[in-house]
C-alpha cells in the first residue's frame, strides 16, 4: 500500500509540473498572439485555441496535485465542530462520494476521447485540430484524481492524513 500511495503522490507531482508548464506556454502563446496583433498586424490562426485547450489541460492534469496538496475548496465549519471520530467519518464519506463522482466523470471523459479517436474527429477551425488531443487530459487528469482520491483515502484510514496530532490522540484514545 504505501508503494502504490508514493507512486500515485509522485505522478501527481509529475502531473502538477506538467500543469504549470501548460500554464507556462499558455501565458507565452498570448504574449505572441499580443505581438503579432498588435505590433505586425498580422492574423493569430491557431494561438486562441491552443490557449484555451492549454487551460483546460493544466485543470484536469493539475486536479491530483491540488488534491495531494489539499488545495482544493472545502467547507471545515462542521468537521472543526464534530472533531475527532466525526471528522474522520466526515473526511472519509466526503472521500468516498468524491472518488464515486471523478469515476464517472473519467469513465465519461474516455468515452468521449475514444468517440473522437475512432471517428476521427477534428475541431471545426482552420487549425483543424484532432479532436482527440484536447480531450485526452480530461479522462487521464480525472482518472489520476480517482487513484489519488484512493491515495488520500488509505492515508487517512492508516494514519489520519489531514488531521492534526491532536485529534489522531483524540480518535485513537476513543476507541
Known amino acids: 500500500m504505501r508503494t502504490f500511495v508514493r507512486v500515485i503522490d509522485r505522478l501527481s507531482e509529475v502531473l502538477g509540473a506538467i ?7 499558455a501565458v507565452l502563446v498570448v504574449c505572441q498572439m499580443i505581438l503579432m496583433r498588435y505590433v505586425f498586424r498580422a492574423s493569430t490562426i491557431w494561438q486562441t485555441e491552443f490557449v ?16 495531494l496538496h489539499r488545495g482544493h475548496v472545502g467547507v471545515d465549519f462542521f468537521p472543526t465542530m464534530i472533531g475527532g471520530t466525526g471528522k474522520l467519518i ?18 465519461s471523459g474516455w468515452t468521449y476521447f475514444h468517440e473522437a479517436w475512432a471517428h476521427n474527429w477534428t475541431t471545426d477551425t482552420v ?19 480517482c487513484l489519488q482520491y484512493v491515495a488520500e483515502l ?19 484514545e476513543g476507541e
Do not use: D, H
Open 19 to 25: 500543469s504549470m508548464m501548460l500554464l507556462a506556454s
Open 52 to 67: 484555451i485547450y492549454a487551460l483546460v489541460a493544466a485543470t484536469f492534469l493539475g486536479s491530483s496535485y491540488v488534491l
Open 90 to 107: 466526515l473526511e472519509l464519506l466526503g472521500g468516498l462520494v468524491s472518488l464515486a463522482f471523478c469515476a464517472v466523470l473519467a469513465y
Open 127 to 145: 487549425w483543424a485540430l484532432p479532436l482527440w488531443i484536447p480531450l485526452l487530459p480530461l479522462p487521464v487528469g480525472i482518472g489520476m484524481l
Open 154 to 172: 488509505i492515508k487517512l484510514v492508516q494514519g489520519g492524513t489531514g488531521l492534526t496530532a491532536s485529534e489522531l490522540t483524540v480518535i485513537r
